[in-house]
């Protein structure tokens, strides 16, 4: 069974403009999460997401925002960039919300400058 | 305030000895309790999980970690290191349906 998918893997923007991130879960889950990963905040939730709804939220300003589609493949949109945004974008999917068994992506690595 | 405190920020062992990595939290009610590894340029893998029951729980690739109560502990335990486990290990903790990591501790494993 083919693991959770991220593309692009790696990603240069410019401040201000906006960007799209990619995750396609493992066959078969249909929860699927997002987390940012920098060396100075560590690992945060951004959101979770099942049947096409957002079931949880993280501490994040409106600028990020995320769907999936009915076959649980999701997306992440970071609009308006700031130096900051530049992290590893981690992607995990489980089965259901709660089962607690996250399978994660290999990230995504976004570069603003 | 809920918080996962991971000591440790780099911890070096020798080949094969013991390793013990370390993690607190501080929740009102005991959260559901993780350690997760992650090499260099990869996600996180799941190592084991604890959600209640036996306070000993055993993971892959041959670790273990134990709960504590009592010091609200949650360590990650391995009898003997391999080189190939030299990576950053996480551990996490979830409290409906909140899920915080602990800053990581990165291990090196010498020769």
């Known amino acids: 069974k083919a693991g959770v998918t991220q593309t692009p893997r790696y990603l240069i923007k410019t401040r201000g403009q906006q960007v799209t991130l990619s995750c396609s879960p493992i066959s078969g889950h249909r929860s699927v999460s997002w987390y940012q990963q920098t060396p100075g905040q560590g690992l945060q939730f951004l959101f979770e997401?099942?049947?096409?709804?957002?079931?949880n939220k993280g501490n994040f300003p409106g600028r990020f925002s995320g769907r999936q589609f009915s076959n649980s493949r999701s997306e992440m949109n970071v609009s308006t960039l700031e130096l900051g945004d530049s992290a590893l974008y981690l992607c995990?999917?489980?089965?259901?919300?709660?089962?607690?068994?996250?399978?994660f992506g290999p990230g995504t690595r976004l570069t603003v400058t | 305030a809920q918080s996962v405190t991971q000591p440790d920020i780099h911890i070096t062992v020798s080949e094969g000895a013991s390793l013990e990595l370390r993690c607190n939290y501080s929740y009102g009610a005991t959260p559901y309790l993780f350690w997760y590894v992650q090499s260099p340029g990869q996600g996180l893998q799941l190592l084991l999980k604890?959600?209640?029951?036996?306070?000993l729980v055993q993971g892959i690739k041959g670790f273990e970690a134990e709960f504590k109560r009592s010091q609200s502990s949650f360590n990650l335990r391995k009898p003997s290191v391999h080189w190939s486990d030299a990576a950053e290990y996480f551990c996490?903790?979830?409290?409906?349906?909140?899920?915080?990591f602990g800053a990581g501790t990165r291990l090196t494993v010498k020769p």
């Open positions: 997401y099942f049947s096409e709804t957002q079931r």
């Open positions: 996490a903790v979830d409290r409906d349906n909140d899920m915080r």
């Open positions: 995990a999917s489980s089965p259901d919300p709660g089962t607690y068994e996250q399978y």
């Open positions: 604890y959600f209640s029951g036996d306070t």
